[in-house]
Structures are given as C-alpha cells and as structure tokens.
C-alpha cells in the first residue's frame, strides 16, 4: 500500500478518480488517502502488465469510498505518460505507464484470462478471488469492448457472450447486484441475465482486513435495444409504446415474485418510511434551492403513509428504463445495486415493491421530456396505464396501493432532482417541473390517468 502523502503521481490518479463519470463524489472536497494493488493478473515483462489498484479517497466531511482502477502497464519510455493514469517506478522494469485497462482489449483478455481460470492470486497487499459458475462456456479470446454509455459502473463486452460489469465505487461486503443474480438465477426467473462469475478482492487499510467485489460476468444478450432509447424513440415519433410498457410490468411483476420468495419479506411502518423520505426532503434542500417552494406539500404526500403498514420485501431500487433491455425472448432487467447515492444499510432493507412501479413511472417521464407531443396526445398516459396494467394483471388498485405509489413517485422525483443538479445541470428542468405538478395536485384518480396537475412520469 502507497501513502498519497508520499505518492508523487497522487495528483494524477485524483484528477482521473473526479474526473470520470462514475466518481460519487462529484462536488465535494476529495483527497487520496492511499492506493493498495492488488496482484498482478500479468506481471511487468509481458506487456501489457495488468494489475487492478484500490485508491481511498477522503473527504473532510463524510466517511471515505474505495474505488478500484484496472490498469495496464508498459515502459514509460514507449507510451505516452501525458495520457496516464498512473506512473510508478518498477524493481525490474522502470518507469510504467499505466492507462485505464477497460479501455485496452488486450487488458480485458487478460482480465477474463484471470477470472476463467477460477484461482486465487496473493500479493503482499492483497488478495483477488476468480469464481466461475458452472454453467459458463466463455473463452478469453472473445474480443473485448468497453461499452459507452453512461453509467455508474464500467462495462466490457466479450464477443457476444458475456458481459464484465466492473463496481467502481467499492461496496465492502457481499455485492447486491451479485447476490440477486444468483437468487433470481436458481429461481430460474426468465428476466435476468445469467451470472457467469465474479472477481473477489481482499486488502488491508489501516490495519484491518477488507473484502469487497470486483466484478460480475453475466450473460450477454446480443440483439438487445436499450429500454430507454427504444422508449425515447417511440415517444419522438409517436409509435404505439403500450403492448411493450404492458409486458415491462409483467417482467417486474415475475422478479418481484422472485425476489419475495428467495429473500425474507417483512413489514415497515409507514411512518418509518415517510421519515425517511422527508429526511431525504431535508438534505436535497439543503442544495437545491427551488425545492422550498413545494416542501410543504411533498411533505404532506409523504407523511399520508403515517398509519398505514407496508408489506416489504427485496426489491430492485433504482428501477428506470436504463434498467431495462428488451431481447427477441421479452424484457429483462438490470443493474440490482440499488440507488447509488444511498447507503448500503438503506438498500438492504426490505421495501415496498411500489418504489420500482414509481420509478419506471417516473422514467417515462424522462422519456417524453423533449417529446412535449407524446405527453399532450395522450401517449405517455397511455404507457403509463398499460405499465401498470401489466404490473398488476388487471387489478384494480386500492386506495392504500394509491398513496404509497404518490408518496414513492414523489421521493423519486426528489432523489432525482439531486442527482441532476450533481450531475447534469441540463436535465435539472425534468424533476423539478414533475415536483411542482405533484406538489400542486391533489389524488384524484389512479396514477397513469392524465391530467393537467399532475404527472407520473
């Protein structure tokens, strides 16, 4: 392990940590406390070296995060250093180069190299775990991909078999996305990837031993369309979105059910939830300034659970349309990690399974956010019912089901409205007009209706 106080390159690797898209903590005053590596998966001489490195970053006013950063290496004096992530000093070799791995096949063949051969590889520092299930048929020549879109974590295609989700943001402790992979996968729900394997990490910080999860490799669904844009694009031009949105909700119904029986169900007070979301009210205004002129309200809608008892279960908890994808075999869905800005205690806990039907209502909101048309010739409403209509196989909903679905699409928007102002300024627009329709409307019809006061998106 390197102490950044006596790490000369320490600026360098900072400046990539807060520069890169999945860095959480965008807008706070960050320092390099350390960086451990982790065993090489190809040492120095076989070029290019490939090591994966924890960095822990600090912060004055709030717990410090482990981000790990796959890295290859080559002579200094053959790469371009200006490009670097990182420069260190070798016994045997000299200066390295070391640029970010995801973005190197050759890297990412080595990567998968490591994690086929199912070992465990032991440095001074630390400890990697390969694990592989046995319904895995993959090989490490398949070419490797990084993947671009937008997104907390980083992925690498194999091919068109597997698919290598790197956590950047390191969650000690057992990975939920990992974890309900492998319910779901013995439930043999038809909606989710099949997991394939999983890289381990163990290191030593400050005298303690650490263990978190490096990676999944899951199933790879080649003719997939984004949930999103395939939403986008039929919100653009107007194409009918409600057989799709109809069977989306069917596929979360059937995870649901999964999750119900391969995880413990509980109950929650709804007064214990409505303190929750009126706590998060109270942070997002702290910078989030527009939010004041509505607080009042959506602390009315949050506090109508005050009473009320929630069946609670496992839930997916951070359900939108950049969740989903939809394959020649239906719908499936994604990225079981949770909302990335709350803690793991938080995400653990059991939650209503109304917090998902929220949240893909509010992503369809997103959707049509520059389609004004889709909004105002009745699509989105549409879309809206038959999402939920799927959800619940026709069932009427209840007036229970009514305020918690309100009070969850309100706690969504709300959530979101800080992210956007963290994240993308540019998007600030969408949350905050969905919090003055909600917070000027009062229930009076099942969510999905359209109505001039109210939206559900």
């Known amino acids: 392990m390197s102490d950044s106080a006596a790490d000369p390159d320490a600026d360098r690797l900072l400046g990539f940590l807060t520069a890169s898209r999945w860095f959480a903590g965008k807008g706070r005053s960050a320092t ?94 630390g400890r990697v775990v390969c694990r592989t299930e046995a319904a895995a048929d993959l090989s490490a020549d398949l070419a490797a991909t990084r993947l671009t879109a937008e ?14 989700k790197i956590f950047r943001r390191l969650e000690l402790g057992d990975n939920l996305d990992i974890t309900v992979h492998r319910a779901l996968n013995r439930a043999e729900t038809a909606g989710t990837a099949r997991l394939y394997g ?15 999860d ?60 409505a303190a ?44 939108h349309l950049g ?22 205690a938080e995400r653990l806990l059991p939650d209503s399974p109304w917090r998902d039907v929220a949240g893909m209502l509010r992503s369809f909101d997103y959707a049509v956010a520059d389609s004004p048309e889709a909004e105002h010739n009745g699509w989105a409403t549409a879309v809206r019912e038959a999402f939920l209509s799927g959800y619940t196989g026709d069932d009427q909903l209840v007036e229970d089901d009514l305020v918690i679905i309100d009070a969850y699409v309100a706690d969504k928007a709300v959530y979101e409205l800080g992210y956007e102002i963290r994240n993308r300024p540019d998007w600030v627009r969408i949350p905050l007009s969905a919090i003055a329709r909600i917070a000027g409307s009062s229930r009076t019809h099942q969510p999905g209706k359209d109505s001039e006061d109210e939206d559900h998106g």
């Open 323 to 344: 969740q989903t994808l939809h394959t020649p075999d239906g719908w499936k869905i994604i990225d079981f990690e949770g909302e990335p800005a709350k803690p793991m």
């Open 198 to 212: 999983q890289l381990t990490a163990e290191w030593e910080s400050r005298g303690t031993r650490l263990r978190a």
């Open 276 to 319: 929750g979301m009126v706590d998060r009210l109270q942070r997002t205004r702290e910078f989030a300034e527009p939010l004041n002129d509505h607080a009042d309200a959506l602390r009315a809608r949050f506090e109508r659970l005050n009473g009320r008892t929630l069946e609670t279960q496992r839930v997916h908890g951070d359900f």
């Open 32 to 125: 390099l406390r350390s960086v451990t590596p982790l065993p090489w998966l190809r040492s120095p001489g076989d070029w290019p070296a490939v090591r994966i490195e924890i960095a822990e970053i600090g912060y004055p006013d709030a717990p410090g995060e482990f981000y790990q950063i796959p890295l290859a290496y080559r002579p200094a004096e053959s790469s371009d250093t200006d490009a670097a992530v990182r420069v260190i000093d070798d016994q045997d070799h000299g200066a390295l180069s070391g640029t970010d791995a995801t973005d190197d096949p050759v890297a990412g063949s080595v990567i998968m190299s490591a994690l086929l051969a199912g070992t465990t590889l032991d440095a001074d520092h």
């Open 214 to 273: 490096l990676a999944m490799l899951t199933e790879l669904f080649p003719h997939a369309e984004d949930g999103w844009e395939l939403a986008v694009a039929a919100a653009e031009s107007g194409t009918d979105f409600t057989d799709q949105a109809r069977q989306l909700g069917v596929a979360l119904a059937e995870v649901h059910r999964a999750l119900g029986s391969a995880f413990p169900a509980a109950t929650r007070a709804g007064d214990e939830i």
């Open 151 to 164: 997104q907390s974590n980083t992925s690498v295609r194999y091919g068109d078999r597997a698919l290598l």
